[in-house]
């Protein structure tokens, strides 16, 4: 594959040049000290294949033991285990001239029944430039059923770029924390507090952080070691104090820190203003939370009618504003937390239905006086306005198509509805006519089928005969 020529000379004084310093050296044998089991025969003899310990425990299989020995904690595994495997992508910052470049290399071990066996393979490099992120992949990757497969005993024949049709475009990382702070002297992330940021995180998007490391919150998020708030560092903007920053006063922040809180848990903290991390993580979910403490006390609220309404937060929000349409005392705890969530909304909506319903008969009676005037009839068919909400809903069921939902712009004058009907049973829902600024918009019989020829000339008749004559607009 063609790699630009910048990059290749690039990509070739990398090979020229880069090691695995003794600080990546180091990081990776604290990685394999984690790829290891401990293998449970009979007589509950355990053996722990890091340090070759011999121990007895009743641990059970697939559980996990610290080892009396190195004091690692490992997986139990049965001594009938014949193959077991550990991945891990580990990554190195490292730099070539002022270009910086992240290594990653994946850790495999495997355990072949008798010992555990650690191969480290380098199989991308990621050259990072103004934000912007290159991957380059060696002969050693390849593509199983989409996924990126790392093969680890073939040699390093060169770099290619990275084949977007893969899968293996979030690559994500253990990074190594030891280098960063040297590497980063005399650049503009001098200051950031990466290295501390990166000591804290296990597995991360590292070209991800390594951008919002300019924002100057990054640096002040580590320092006040609310780790878990950097993900989502550019969702501040800036502000004078804490109050400003984080929209709390200052003292919450001992309760932040201790439970190290994300962007979401904040969010909630704000509108909640209470130290409990077990309401604010049940709050977390709920997508309504703002709105919903514009009328409830968000504790409250939780207890009585979210936590067994789950899926019901949107309809609890309606629920109050439709309570505040109604004029109900929304000081009183009973309007304010249901008891049946579901039942109550559909009242007050069955409720704000009539009432609606109620105010557009009140103007369809008032547009008839003139709408009348356009009724036309000859010796087959009749044609009529829509007296009421009721008769479009009537409309709409038997001839099964949409009109009922009309309503509402008939009733406000913004288009006319007329039922064509034999003259000889006019109660009897036949062709439904929609009529704007003095023309035939629409003419739909049962299923939204058209008229026959008969009603269509029957229509043009009327439109002829009264509607062009008409002075009222309808
Ligand atoms: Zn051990």
Redesign the pocket.
């Known amino acids: 594959m063609y790699v630009k020529k910048k990059y290749r000379r690039l990509l070739d004084l990398t090979n020229q040049q880069f090691i695995i310093p003794n600080s990546f050296q180091k990081f990776i044998e604290e990685k394999e000290k984690l790829h290891?089991l401990?293998i449970k025969s009979k007589n509950n003899q355990c053996w722990?294949t890091?340090?070759?310990?011999e121990f007895t425990s009743k641990i059970r299989v697939n559980n996990v033991v610290k080892?009396?020995?190195?004091?690692?904690k490992?997986l139990v595994k049965s001594d009938r285990l014949t193959k077991y495997s550990f991945k891990d992508n580990l990554q190195l910052l490292d730099k070539i001239e002022y270009t910086f470049v992240l290594r990653t290399f994946e850790l495999y071990s495997s355990y072949d029944g008798s010992k555990m066996k650690h191969s480290i393979t380098e199989f991308m490099r990621t050259f990072i430039e103004d934000g912007e992120a290159n991957d380059f992949v060696s002969n050693n990757v390849s593509n199983h059923m989409g996924y990126m497969y790392v093969q680890h005993y073939s040699n390093n024949k060169g770099w290619h770029g990275r084949n977007h049709r893969w899968a293996y475009r979030d690559v994500t990382g253990m990074v190594s924390p030891y280098n960063i702070k040297s590497l980063l002297k005399n650049t503009d992330l001098k200051y950031s507090q990466l290295d501390k940021f990166i000591a804290k995180t296990d597995y991360i998007d590292f070209i991800y952080y390594f951008n919002l490391a300019h924002y100057p919150i990054f640096e002040m998020l580590v320092k006040m070691k609310l780790y878990n708030l950097i993900r989502d560092a550019s969702k501040f903007y800036g502000g004078k104090n804490f109050q400003e920053i984080f929209g709390l006063p200052k003292t919450y922040y001992p309760f932040m820190k201790k439970h190290n809180i994300n962007y979401e848990q904040l969010k909630v903290l704000r509108l909640l203003k209470k130290e409990d991390i077990r309401l604010i993580n049940k709050l977390v979910g709920f997508h309504n939370l703002e709105e919903l403490s514009r009328y409830v006390d968000l504790e409250t609220a939780y207890y009585k009618v979210l936590r067994k309404n789950k899926y019901h937060e949107h309809e609890y929000l309606d629920y109050l504003e439709m309570a505040v349409m109604l004029g109900y005392d929304i000081k009183d705890k009973k309007i304010l937390y249901p008891i049946n969530l579901m039942e109550e909304h559909d009242k007050l909506t069955n409720l704000i239905q009539e009432i609606e319903d109620e105010a557009n008969d009140r103007l369809i009676k008032e547009r008839l006086k003139e709408l009348n005037k356009i009724s036309y009839q000859d010796k087959n068919y009749v044609l009529f306005p829509a007296n009421s909400v009721a008769s479009l809903f009537y409309e709409s069921k038997i001839l099964n198509h949409c009109v009922k939902t009309y309503a509402k712009r008939y009733s406000l004058g913004k288009t006319t509805i007329l039922f064509l009907r034999d003259k000889a049973d006019r109660e009897k829902p036949l062709v439904t006519v929609e009529v704007k600024d003095n023309k035939i918009i629409q003419a739909r019989a049962k299923n939204n089928a058209n008229p026959s020829d008969e009603q269509w000339k029957f229509l043009e008749k009327w439109k002829k005969k009264v509607l062009d004559k008409q002075l009222l607009s309808v």
Not at 50 to 53: D, F, Q
């Open positions: 290891n401990v722990c890091y340090c070759s310990n080892c009396p020995n190195c004091k690692q490992l």
